[in-house]
Structures are given as structure tokens and as C-alpha cells.
């Protein structure tokens, strides 16, 4: 009998998995890292050398999820500087290249308990996971190179460092204790939103499928 309670409490205290779940193909934190990164690294790209120009952004370099938005997000930064943008190279006084060297995120769930555990067929019913600590650590990276040139002599106008930025969402929780978030998504979450740091849901975080056991 004290082997069985032994080996229960081993159980209890020693299961850890990650579980990834979400209503679309991806969750919103995971497009909040991603764009949160992004941004920050754009806004380390000094686009005063071309400023008031008529530029042609050429994306053929850009190669990374949420590509879309990396653009608008390059095209708004350019306008602010009173640029004009242009379709075409032959009309542009200085064509701008853009580079992703890493656009992307990285995440790790930890928790004390015990994980879902199958039914053994035909049931298709599964005993549910039981959490007594749990925390989620998510990442979003995202690394850019721009450069600039003169559309005529091809003489350089930016050749910027590159351009590396980092987004974080960390959330945990204590059973019987309310759940807390903080990083820097959450900050802008709490800013544009006023929701509270404090009870913003990661939910089961980045994706649809589980990612496995150990």
C-alpha cells in the first residue's frame, strides 16, 4: 500500500508535456510575438539617409512568415519620413532591399502534475491533465538587413547593421492562485487594450497540435 501512494505521488509530481491549442491555424500571441519583434526591429533601421525619396522597395530577399506585414510595416516607417513609394525600379530615385535573417518563435511549457492520459481503446475518452504549477515561456525573433541604394549610379545609401529584435510572453500559475502574465506582448496588450496583465490568458498557446511528452 505505501509502494502504491509512493508511486502515485511520483506520478503526480513528475509528469511534464506541452499541449498547443488554438480555434485558427495560429494563435494570436503567437502573430503578437511575431509582429511585436518585427516591429521593434524595424524601428532600428535609420531610414533618414533617403528621406523625402522616391523609393522602390524590392522584397525578393524577404523570405519569413508574415511576410505581409513586415512590408506594410517597412512602407509605413518609409511614408513617415515623407518617402514615396513607387511600383517600379525604372521610376525610383533609390531602391531599397530587404533581408530576414530569422522571423519566427520559440516557446516552453513546464508544469508539475500529472499530463493527459489516453483511455485504452475502445474508449475514446482520456483523463484529463491536472496541473499544480504551470508556466509558458514564449519567443518571438525576428532579425532584418536593409539596404539602399541610388536607382542610377547604384552608390550606396544605406547599408544598415542588422537589424535583431525579441518579443516575450510569459505566463504561470499556482493551483488555487490566479494566473499572471508578463513580457512585452502582454505590456502592449495592457497598454492598447487596458486589460490587466495579470488575467491575460496564453490559453494552451501557439498551435494546434500537441508537440509531445517527456
Known amino acids: 500500500m505505501r509502494l502504491a501512494l509512493f ?24 502573430q503578437l510575438l511575431i509582429s511585436q519583434a518585427a516591429d521593434q526591429a524595424l524601428d532600428k533601421i535609420d531610414l533618414q539617409p533617403i528621406s523625402g525619396a522616391r523609393v522602390f522597395v524590392d522584397t525578393q530577399y524577404l523570405d519569413c512568415v508574415d511576410k505581409n506585414y ?16 513607387t511600383d517600379k525600379a ?8 530587404i533581408a530576414s535573417g530569422a ?34 515561456k514564449a519567443m518571438g525573433t525576428a532579425k532584418f538587413r536593409v539596404v539602399a541604394f541610388d536607382a542610377k549610379t547604384r552608390r550606396s545609401l544605406i547599408n544598415s547593421d542588422v537589424a535583431l529584435a525579441r518579443s516575450d510572453y510569459k505566463h504561470w500559475n499556482v493551483v488555487g492562485a490566479s494566473s499572471i502574465a508578463s513580457g512585452s506582448v502582454p505590456n502592449e496588450l495592457a497598454r492598447s487594450t487596458g486589460e490587466s496583465e495579470s488575467v491575460i490568458p496564453l490559453g494552451h498557446s ?9
Open 7 to 30: 508511486a502515485f505521488a511520483a506520478l503526480c509530481c513528475s509528469g511534464c508535456a506541452s499541449v498547443k491549442e488554438s480555434d485558427t491555424s495560429r494563435t494570436g500571441v503567437e
Open 70 to 85: 513586415v512590408i506594410v510595416s517597412l512602407h509605413q516607417r518609409l511614408m513617415a519620413v515623407n518617402c514615396t513609394l
Open 90 to 97: 525604372d521610376d525610383a530615385e533609390v531602391v531599397l532591399e
Open 103 to 136: 522571423v519566427g518563435t520559440d516557446r516552453h511549457e513546464y508544469f508539475v502534475g500529472t499530463p493527459q492520459i489516453p483511455l485504452p481503446p475502445p474508449s475514446p475518452i482520456s483523463v484529463p491533465k491536472m496541473a499544480v504549477f504551470n508556466r509558458i
Open 206 to 214: 501557439l498551435a494546434r497540435r500537441p508537440t509531445g511528452k517527456r
